[in-house]
């Protein structure tokens, strides 16, 4: 799985995933900061990108269009900030999370959310 992670993140959770072999980076290092959510999942899809976020509410409801629409999407990951909060001590502990979870193997991502 490649990650990439929402605006919301800071970049050492990438920088430590791929210290650990994880193939992962921030909207900011593709330049993709400024693109709208729909977008943002078309990029994400042509890259092979699963991404991170903690807006929910936006790409369930984008996910579930393209869905009806028969598009495809790379994956959604969802967290949250009252679980993750934006700390150092909570970013530590998301980089550990989402390095377990790519660890679990190389099923497949398509279409695929879920909550962290």
Same mark, same amino acid.
């Given at each position: ?5 929402? %605006? %919301?993140? +800071?970049?050492?959770?990438? !920088? ?5 072999? !994880?193939?992962?980076?921030? *909207?900011?290092?593709?330049? &993709? +900061?400024? =693109?709208?959510?729909?977008?943002? *999942?078309?990029?994400? *899809?042509?890259?092979? =990108?699963? /991404? ?5 509410? $936006?790409?369930? !409801?984008?996910?579930? +269009? &393209?869905? !009806? ?24 502990? =998301? ?5 377990? /979870? ?6 497949? &991502?398509? $279409?695929?959310?879920? &909550?962290?």
């Amino acid at each position: 799985m490649k990650l990439i992670l929402d %605006h %919301h993140y +800071q970049a050492a959770i990438a !920088v430590g995933l791929r210290r650990r072999g !994880v193939t992962a980076a921030t *909207l900011l290092e593709h330049g &993709w +900061q400024v =693109l709208d959510d729909d977008a943002l *999942l078309d990029a994400c *899809l042509a890259d092979g =990108l699963t /991404l991170v976020t903690n807006n929910v509410a $936006d790409f369930t !409801v984008l996910a579930r +269009q &393209w869905q !009806v629409q028969g598009r495809s999407h790379c994956g959604l990951i969802f967290t949250s900030d009252r679980r993750w909060p934006r700390t150092r001590d909570g970013s530590a502990a =998301l980089s550990a999370a989402l390095f377990d /979870l790519c660890r679990g193997g190389d099923e497949s &991502w398509i $279409d695929r959310m879920h &909550w962290l």
